[in-house]
């Protein structure tokens, strides 16, 4: 099966760096990507990886490391618009199984 | 189309109605993926399909769940004799293919809420 696992709340204060984790267990995998959900709106993509390594687009970034089955994404200068939901998917054998989601509180 | 649809946006049924749920996917997307989100909740996976065909129907929660895609195109999915813990938004996403570095595009949903 496929499972991930991410914090399920963050806050932060505006303009500081989050980081939100994500592992996960699957087989057959392709990679990761990270999506976003404001209130009461679809999820949007941010990003994908499927190569180790940093993508960066922006202000937001994503890592991953296949031999550790694990990635993150990094939002950096976070601003009040950012406050959403995060949610890691992993690409294997099913595509697209999503993590249960991060929720990102930015606070003044 | 421009993005992906969903119809109805709302849907209030009583409990043991049918319900078929609707999505019209970008157009040439061949992958089409059915999720379920309780208020405040992930995506929960349901099914997805390549084409007209289901290669993982795994994620139904019942068998009162069924779908299907019709011409590569549009994907109904149907819940029979609805339950209350039925009640949440149906997220269908599309993308054009199922393989690597695909963005998924989502439609707004369906909120379906059985009384």
């Known amino acids: 099966g496929q499972s991930l696992e991410q914090p399920s709340e963050v806050t932060a204060v505006e303009g500081a760096i989050v980081q939100i984790n994500c592992t996960y267990q699957?087989?057959?995998?392709?990679?990761l990507s990270w999506y976003q959900q404001h209130d009461g709106g679809a999820p949007t993509f941010l990003s994908y990886?499927?190569?180790?390594g940093l993508e960066e687009t922006g202000r937001f970034s994503s890592f991953l490391s296949r031999s550790d089955s694990y990635g993150y994404l990094l939002l950096q200068e976070i601003q009040m618009k950012d406050s959403a939901s995060y949610f890691c998917?992993?690409?294997?054998?099913?595509?697209?199984?999503f993590g249960k989601g991060t929720r990102l509180s930015v606070i003044a | 189309g421009a993005g992906v649809s969903q119809s109805p946006s709302n849907k209030v049924t009583e409990k043991g109605k049918d319900v078929e749920l609707r999505c019209d996917p970008i157009?040439?997307?061949?992958?089409l993926y059915w999720y379920r989100q309780s208020l405040g909740q992930g995506l929960e996976f349901l099914i997805y399909?390549?084409?007209?065909?289901?290669?993982?129907k795994s994620g139904l929660p019942s068998d009162r769940f069924s779908a299907e895609r019709t011409g590569g195109s549009v994907s109904t999915l149907t819940i029979q004799r609805t339950q209350q813990e039925d009640s949440a938004v149906y997220l269908c996403?599309?993308?054009?293919?199922?393989?690597?570095?695909?963005?998924?595009?989502f439609g707004q949903g369906t909120r379906l809420t059985v009384v």
């Open positions: 998917a992993i690409s294997g054998n099913t595509p697209l199984v």
């Open positions: 699957t087989s057959g995998f392709y990679g």
């Open positions: 990886n499927g190569l180790d």
């Open positions: 157009s040439g997307h061949t992958a």
């Open positions: 399909f390549q084409g007209n065909s289901a290669p993982d």
């Open positions: 996403a599309s993308s054009l293919g199922s393989g690597m570095n695909t963005e998924a595009f």
